[in-house]
């Protein structure tokens, strides 16, 4: 059984992981596009074979296309829509599962197409169990996006008119962090709450300096205390990542969290609670205070 | 302005068992009012306080949701009043299913402005439920957003985007995911409890709700345990932080993680 697949992209055009997946089930691989041009012309060029635009949209964001998208690709009956697991894409993505009626599944780690319908295996509840679920009728799936590849064919961009929904950016502020990419750093450096204030990230930074480290947090301290980037932290909603090294440090472990470096080879874990859950997933483990150990560690790196 | 706040009441997957083979025990873990929903509540309830609007709690799931302690525990977050479909069918929903189920209850409360959710669940947690909803209802749906101003048909929205934010104009009706820190959300004190337990709720039955069909089935046909890596758990003293730290180094050299 073959199935037809359309992608849905929200003006980020990295969905490689998305083409690979769609490919390997052998039908059509369609892409709606919401974004400027380039987008649609990259996609256009990344080894898919259909692309559909809906035209420029200068200051109108992606999810204002949310209708337009479930429509155009609802009417194409495909057997499987797939989107990258970020913000925008989730909204589009959500719309056409609702045309379709589909169910959606995330936290997918394969899926397979068999005489029965679609077979796909997924991380549940946080990651504490995983699922075979099978599916007949069409689903929507959630994926980690991956990088756009270059095929050696281009396809044409069909246009296709659209109306979006009433919503205008009127405003853009920059970031004052700068934006990293953790997935590539062998080491990391997580810290937490156990952090008393932002101008103990002087420490922290010292560290990941003299272990050739990459900064990294649980969420709460990107999200609520905002001392760090959100992509700096890891975790179920946050960055998976499987570095050769993790420093949990301040970091309580919860599920959540480890979820997102459970593929780390090795794990240390420093906190002043024994019973922390982190120290149920590492591999060396240092009950103390982080503000006499990191910098003895520190030291010890250089 | 009619603003609904879209709560979810479940339990925490850090407290539940899970056997050999995958399966999921929940019955030690007790279910509350999922982990970043007081954020959507209180965001709701400000902007209803400056509008002059009403918050109308909406909750979807088995009957466990539709209990006296569940009930008074939602309402004890500045909700006006709230709508509950408790039906035992609907264990094990998935995303599509229960938005189906929110937009028929958002369809049945009528006139609605605006929904409010949390950033994702507890249990489920995959920041579907919002987006599918308002694909139900033929609305946009915005996540990340960090705050709310304005009035119905001319919202102000900031939301979060990886390069910053952005602040939007909003011209009809919308479902917004709030970022989990739009807001501190207030502790519920005794009179907030004591007044929850007098608010008007609405027990929505199922079967007369129009919820559409859905396109086929899905079942669970496996479940397994996460095939995680052994971890080595070697305790380093610590009461010595410059040994420990050359103990902890040697160790990692030693590894080849280093
Ligand atoms: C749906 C959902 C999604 C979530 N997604 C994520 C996610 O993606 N990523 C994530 O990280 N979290 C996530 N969370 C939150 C998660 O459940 C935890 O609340 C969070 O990870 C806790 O962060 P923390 O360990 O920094 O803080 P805490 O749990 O407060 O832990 C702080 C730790 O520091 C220790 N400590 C204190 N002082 C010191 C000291 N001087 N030296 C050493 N140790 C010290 C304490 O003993 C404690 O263990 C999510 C939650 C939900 C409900
Ligand atoms: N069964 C439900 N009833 C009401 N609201 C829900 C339900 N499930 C999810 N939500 C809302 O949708 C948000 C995201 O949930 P999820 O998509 O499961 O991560 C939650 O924070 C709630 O605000």
Redesign the interface.
């Known amino acids: 059984m073959s199935v037809n697949t359309w992608i849905i992209v929200a003006g980020d055009p990295a969905i490689g992981n998305l083409i690979d997946t769609a490919r390997s089930l052998g039908g059509s691989v369609s892409v709606a596009v919401v974004g400027p041009r380039a987008v649609a012309d990259t996609v256009a060029a990344a080894g898919v074979d259909k692309v559909v635009w809906f035209g420029e949209p200068g200051a109108v964001?992606a999810?204002?296309y949310?209708?337009v998208v479930?429509d155009a690709v609802a009417a194409a009956t495909p057997g499987l829509v797939l989107a990258a697991n970020r913000?925008?894409d989730?909204?589009l993505?959500?719309?056409?599962?609702?045309?379709?009626?589909?169910?959606?599944?995330?936290?997918v780690s394969s899926i397979t197409a068999d005489g029965a319908?679609l077979?796909a295996n997924c991380?549940?509840?946080?990651?504490?169990?995983?699922?075979?679920?099978?599916?007949?009728?069409?689903?929507?799936l959630?994926l980690e996006g991956g990088p756009v590849p270059a095929a050696s064919t281009t396809v044409p961009v069909e246009e296709l008119p659209a109306t979006p929904?009433?919503?205008?950016?009127?405003?853009?502020?920059?970031?004052s962090f700068e934006?990293v990419d953790l997935g590539a750093a062998p080491r990391v450096v997580g810290i937490g709450r156990g952090l008393k204030t932002q101008e103990d990230l002087a420490l922290i930074n010292a560290l990941a300096d003299a272990?050739k480290a990459e900064v990294a947090c649980s969420?709460p301290v990107a999200?609520?205390l905002?001392w760090l980037g959100?992509?700096r932290y890891i975790g179920?909603?946050g960055a998976h990542i499987t570095p050769?090294?993790y420093f949990a440090i301040g970091i309580s472990g919860?599920?959540?969290h480890m979820v997102g470096v459970?593929?780390a080879?090795?794990?240390?874990a420093?906190n002043t609670d024994p019973n922390a859950p982190v120290?149920?997933?590492?591999?060396?483990?240092?009950?103390?205070d982080l503000y006499?150990?990191v910098?003895?560690?520190t030291?010890?790196?250089k | 302005m009619k603003i609904v706040v879209a709560y979810k009441w479940a339990s925490n997957p850090q407290d539940a068992t899970v056997g050999a083979q995958g399966t999921v025990d929940w019955s030690r873990a007790k279910p509350g009012f999922s982990e970043y929903d007081p954020v959507a509540a209180e965001l709701a309830r400000r902007l209803a306080d400056a509008t002059g609007g009403e918050v109308i709690g909406l909750t979807v799931g088995t009957k466990r949701v539709d209990a006296t302690l569940a009930r008074k525990a939602a309402l004890s977050r500045g909700f006006d009043r709230a709508v509950i479909v408790a039906d035992d069918s609907l264990e094990g929903a998935g995303s599509t299913q229960l938005a189906a189920v929110l937009a028929a209850a958002v369809r049945h409360i009528g006139d609605v402005d605006l929904v409010i959710t949390g950033d994702s669940s507890v249990d489920v947690g995959s920041k579907m439920v919002p987006t599918v909803l308002a694909g139900q209802l033929g609305w946009p749906a915005v996540a990340e957003v960090i705050s709310i101003t304005g009035q119905a048909g001319a919202l102000r929205v900031e939301r979060a985007v990886p390069t910053g934010t952005q602040v939007l104009e909003i011209t009809g009706p919308v479902v917004l995911a709030a970022s989990t820190d739009a807001a501190v959300a207030r502790v519920p004190g005794m009179k907030d409890i004591l007044a929850a337990g007098k608010k008007p709720v609405e027990s929505l039955d199922l079967a007369a709700l129009d919820i559409p069909a859905a396109a086929g089935t899905t079942t669970v046909t496996g479940t397994s345990r996460p095939d995680l890596l052994t971890r080595k758990g070697q305790m380093i003293d610590a009461s010595d932080p410059a040994a420990a730290a050359a103990e902890l180094v040697a160790a990692l050299r030693g590894a080849g993680a280093l």
């Open positions: 964001p999810e204002a949310a209708t479930a913000a925008s989730r909204v993505l959500g719309a056409t599962a609702a045309r379709l009626q589909a169910p959606v599944l995330a936290a319908g077979v991380s549940v509840f946080g990651g504490i169990a995983e699922e075979t679920v099978t599916v007949t009728g069409p689903l929507a959630l929904l009433g919503i205008t950016v009127v405003e853009t502020k920059p970031s934006q272990a969420r999200e609520g905002d959100k992509d179920v909603s050769d090294l919860q599920l959540q459970r593929g080879k090795t794990i240390v420093i120290f149920k997933e590492a591999d060396y483990c240092l009950v103390g006499a150990l910098p003895a560690l030291a010890a790196l």
